[in-house]
């Protein structure tokens, strides 16, 4: 190639040597060309899978910011059930109603129930205990208005509707 346009120039054939070098040049530019679409669907499938890891994760996030409300939600119960109880406004012996509400899940503490009392009584006499279960109560309930009511707008509801949508 190079030897043509050397040729067209000593023989001062600009005609040629114009052709020449315009071949070249649109050689050099097709090359390019087709290097850049290359590599723009290489970055194309690249976003792809990062776009669809990105929306599996914010999904992940969505239902995890959905079971720390829950979790929340059931611990505030049971430490308002505790504090009443320490406090004396709901009796747990005797109190038929709220048996179904006793345990979030099975447990068995193996115990006699004269230890268990006798643990009640030990536990109602320490008047710090309902003091700490009560700051607890305030600390979760910050957690769970935090959570439901201040982040809903701005957090929760962007996360829940983006979760509907699927993969």
Known sequence: MLRKIVS????????????????????????????????????????????????DDMRKVAWMYELEIGYENQVLANAKRAADALAGKAAPIGDYA???????????????PVVVAASVSELKRDPRLLALLQLHIAEVSTNVGLL????DRDLREPLSRF????P
């Open 8 to 55: 067209g120039l000593r023989r001062q054939d600009w005609a040629a040597v114009a052709i020449e070098l315009i071949v070249v040049i649109a050689g050099v530019f097709i090359g390019v060309q087709a290097s850049n679409w290359d590599e723009q669907g290489e970055t194309n499938q690249e976003t792809a899978v990062f776009t669809q890891r990105l929306a």
């Open 98 to 112: 709220a048996i179904e509400h006793v345990r979030d899940h099975p447990c068995s503490s193996g115990l006699a």
């Open 148 to 151: 439901t009511k201040n982040w």
């Open 163 to 166: 979760a509907r949508q699927g």
